[in-house]
């Protein structure tokens, strides 16, 4: 391969066909052997490749003879090569060892001269210790050395004191004996702060010495003059009040430092800052440095005009605010401003306190107290005042906003960490924002002037919706008992009430002392005009309203309204004030909506249906009037919303309190119980009523419908059932449809259904032994019972029912049939002789059970088949005669 070595090849010819001509030999050298990618197998293909005859090469007619020789030439050349460079590798090896035993020498050499030094540094140090060693010998001398430190800090200590001792007589001295500060003014105006600190320092420790020393001009008002006698252990020196002028140097430095403090706060200089706090704190705690910076904060200078501001906002979004059916906007403009600002200035102010006071915690609690306590609340009451003006749900939205926000605004102070920036507030500060928000909020949550404010609003709102309904049923009584008939019922009777009442309705909210806005909303809820009249609390025209049908039915709205508004409530309960009364306030709400949607609402409208329902079971002219089931379709949906809030809502909030969930418990239950009462009157009087007016129909039977002339056979024949017959179907059939919208199936359908087709079936058997019965005739009741069977066969109440239907069928056919083929039909399925013990049934006249197989009147008391038998009209003719006897 070319890449291993470079030669000619060995075996070229001339063109001329001479003699062979051998090039040199292959070269190559070590480099090539120490390739990564040297292998040998592909390196003696190079060489064989290399020496190849050139003849092979060619396109000759025919390939010439092998020729060995370049071969062997070739690798001759390379075993030659390679004993070349196998000596020049040991040559190179050799030189390279003696290089290794060399170095190996020299790294001896170095090992054992380093040793030598270190063990002459050990003995070093060991004579150095021994040295230290103390002449007991009881302990190591380095010990030694760190108690003689100790005893020099001591000594510097001792000095120190004792030059502050020395100073501090020195002034107590020119205090006492001169009346002057000189020495401590001279420290103050060092110009340094820790002058100014040991100044602090040495007129505090001056005002206790003076107390003790001095008694006198502590006992005495300074301005007073001191009573001769021995002052400070010197009898007749002068006497100064050192109180006065130690107080007075005080004062001094402490205004010096105020001053000073501030000068530098508005340069940025915290350092200096510290220093002069540091110095304050040393004469009364630091108190008056913090109220000096929270006091002078240019947040609480700018802010002092701009918190009275009005309360800003347009009547629109006060209008919203205060609709119950509309989103909350949010928070007042001007409040939500200032909770902006506050979380900026509190955090970048938390980075100044933290570097200009040496207690930061305590100023930033100071100023967190201020924010809250003067800027916050002064804000909030505004805000709340003019909710409060607007209406009662204003002043719960607003009251609830504002603290969702400032809610959030404490947890974003805690997670930034104020002084402990980027880390998390101290457990101190964070208690103090929590404390700061509770007692910001505590004047409106104490007692239960928060629930009353809650149950002020729903009152309002469920009294304004209901108005109308409750108005249209109070006058109830004065109207016509017929269902449709009182909602129809207008007059000027009526127009008169409705306006008495409207004034009353207003008189009892108080809606001429309420604002535009509520007044505004109320009525709209109401569905009453906001006239000019209404808004002129001096108008003595009477309000007027007209009454629809529709204002006395049940409405799921509503009732999904009321909840809404409920749950509402419930939620702003838990935002705002969740805690150990959640369960007391949840009661109460409670007990509201039983009252309102459950008394004044769905029971309200049960009594109007049941007052329907009964001057239905006893109508005697007109068709009774179902109409009210709609309401009572819209009454059970209204139950099932009203429990499930209930059961998922309010209840499960009470878990806390054992004794308030089972109260209400029971009073959920108990109001459940009124209504299902109500229901079942209803229903029960509903099924009365048709059975007793299907009882009136048949009784209007025609006696000539069944024993038509022959002269008549083409008309009679022609009709499809007797007038009877349709007018049933025809009031069977709507009452089917109402009562399938009302109870959408269920128990409750099946059985009000079951108990009607089972008396109507009865009444069926009944009216069948009371008209006599010709051939024509038979047609048409074979024609009546078919009709009738099949409209209850439609009602789907079960095989059991319809087997019992089979009855009146074979009943019909006792009518139409042949006397032999009566009497076989009684035997069916080789039934022979009566049944002396008889088979009535509890349900009918007939006596059957319908069950059995072969002909349903096999299954039949024979005797109670006799009435029917002799209403045929040739039950006296020897065929029919047989078939009486054989009964």
């Not at 002043?395 to 947890?411: F, G, H, K, M, P």
């Not at 309000?543 to 409405?555: A, N, W």
């Not at 399925?829 to 009566?834: A, R």
């Amino acid at each position: 391969m070319s890449s291993y070595l470079t030669h000619q090849s060995s075996n070229a010819t001339t063109e001329q066909g001479g003699r062979s001509l051998y090039g040199k030999g292959p070269a190559f050298t070590l480099d090539n052997f120490s390739s990564k990618d040297f292998i040998v197998k592909d390196f003696i293909e190079s060489l064989t490749d290399a020496a190849q005859p050139s003849s092979r090469r060619s396109q000759g007619p025919a390939p010439s003879a092998f020729d060995s020789k370049p071969l062997i030439r070739a690798f001759e050349q390379a075993s030659k090569r390679l004993n070349e460079l196998s000596e020049e590798l040991e040559e190179k090896e050799t030189e390279l060892s003696g290089a290794v035993r060399i170095a190996e020498a020299q790294h001896g050499s170095n090992l054992q001269r380093l040793g030598n030094q270190l063990g002459r540094t050990v003995n070093s140090f060991q004579q150095l210790d021994s040295n230290l060693t103390s002449d007991r010998g009881g302990k190591w001398g380095g010990n030694v050395a760190v108690e003689t430190g100790k005893k020099l800090e001591e000594l510097d200590r001792q000095r120190r004191r004792a030059m502050d001792a020395h100073f501090l007589i020195e002034c107590w001295d020119e205090v006492s004996n001169r009346g002057e500060v000189t020495l401590l003014e001279n420290l103050r105006r060092s110009g340094t702060g820790e002058g100014k600190i040991r100044s602090a320092r040495i007129a505090k420790q001056l005002l206790r010495i003076s107390q003790r020393l001095d008694p006198a001009s502590h006992g005495m008002n300074g301005n007073a003059k001191q009573p001769n006698g021995i002052t400070n252990g010197v009898n007749g020196a002068k006497h100064f009040n050192t109180r006065e002028i130690i107080e007075k140097f005080v004062e001094t430095l402490e205004n010096d430092m105020l001053k000073l403090f501030d000068d530098f706060y508005r340069r940025q200089n915290f350092e200096e800052m510290k220093n002069c706090a540091t110095v304050l704190q040393d004469f009364n705690g630091g108190a008056s440095v913090q109220a000096t910076f929270v006091n002078q904060h240019q947040f609480f200078i700018d802010r002092s005009n701009l918190v009275t501001d009005e309360v800003g906002g347009d009547q629109e979004t006060w209008v919203r605010l205060s609709d119950p059916d509309a989103d909350l906007p949010g928070v007042e403009p001007g409040l939500q401003s200032l909770i902006d600002e506050v979380r900026v200035v509190v955090q970048e102010e938390s980075q100044i306190i933290k570097r200009a006071f040496p207690n930061p915690e305590q100023v930033l609690g100071k100023f967190v107290q201020r924010v809250f306590q003067q800027s916050l609340q002064q804000r909030l009451e505004l805000v709340l005042d003019k909710a409060e003006s607007e209406s009662t749900l204003a002043y719960l939205r607003s009251l609830q906003a504002a603290r969702n926000s400032i809610n959030t605004l404490v947890e974003d102070l805690k997670s930034h960490g104020l002084t402990e920036h980027p880390d998390p507030v101290t457990s101190q500060t964070s208690l103090l924002l929590d404390q700061q928000l509770d007692e910001l909020f505590t004047p409106y949550f104490g007692g239960s002037a928060y629930i009353d404010k809650e149950k002020q609003n729903l009152s309002e709102l469920y009294r304004s919706l209901l108005f109308k309904f409750e108005l249209f049923h109070s006058r109830r009584q004065k109207e016509p008992k017929t269902y449709l008939a009182s909602l129809r019922a207008r007059g000027q009777e009526m127009l008169t009430s409705a306006r008495e009442a409207t004034d009353a309705y207003m008189k009892s909210l108080d809606l001429e002392k309420m604002s535009s806005t509520q007044k505004r909303i109320l009525l709209s809820v109401a569905g009453l005009k906001n006239t000019a009249a209404d808004e002129n609390s001096n108008s003595s025209k009477p309000h007027e309203i007209d009454l629809s049908e529709t204002d006395g039915r049940l409405q799921t709205p509503f009732a999904k309204r009321m909840l809404k508004w409920l749950a509402e409530g419930v939620r702003r309960g838990l935002e705002l004030s969740g805690g150990s009364e959640t369960p007391k306030d949840v009661a109460a709400l409670h007990s509201l909506l039983l009252r309102n949607l459950g008394e004044n609402y769905i029971e309200l409208s049960l009594d109007a249906a049941s007052e329907a329902a009964s001057t239905a079971e006893t109508a005697k002219r007109d068709t009774p009037d179902l109409s009210y089931l709609a309401s009572l379709k819209s009454a059970i949906s209204i139950m099932h919303l009203m429990q499930s809030c209930t059961n998922t809502l309010l209840i499960p909030l009470a878990s806390t309190s054992l004794t308030i969930r089972r109260d209400m418990e029971k009073n959920a239950r108990s109001s459940l119980l009124r209504m299902e009462d109500h229901i079942n009157i209803i229903e029960q009087r509903t099924i009365d009523a048709v059975i007793n007016w299907t009882a009136r129909l048949l009784s209007s039977q025609n006696r000539t419908d069944f024993r038509p002339r022959e002269t008549d056979a083409d008309t009679a024949l022609s009709q499809s059932s007797t007038p009877t017959c349709a007018a049933i179907l025809k009031f069977l059939g709507s009452f089917h449809t109402t009562a399938k919208s009302t109870f959408n199936g269920g128990a409750n359908l099946s059985n009000i259904l079951s108990e009607i087709a089972v008396e109507f079936r009865t009444q069926l058997l009944d009216h069948l032994k009371k008209y006599q019965v010709n051939r024509l005739g038979a047609i048409m009741l074979v024609r009546d019972i078919s009709a009738y069977v099949e409209m209850l066969r439609g009602w789907e109440l079960g095989g059991t029912f319809n087997g019992t239907l089979e009855v009146l069928v074979e009943i019909g056919s006792l009518f139409v049939l042949k006397p032999e083929a009566i009497k076989e039909r009684i035997r069916g399925n080789g039934v022979q002789g009566g049944n002396p013990q008889g088979r009535d049934n509890a349900q009918g006249a007939v006596g059957v059970d319908g069950t059995g197989g072969g002909s349903a009147l096999a299954n039949v008391n024979r005797e109670n088949l006799r009435p029917y038998l002799l209403k045929r009209e040739d039950y006296m003719e020897v065929g029919m005669q047989n078939v009486l006897y054989g009964l």
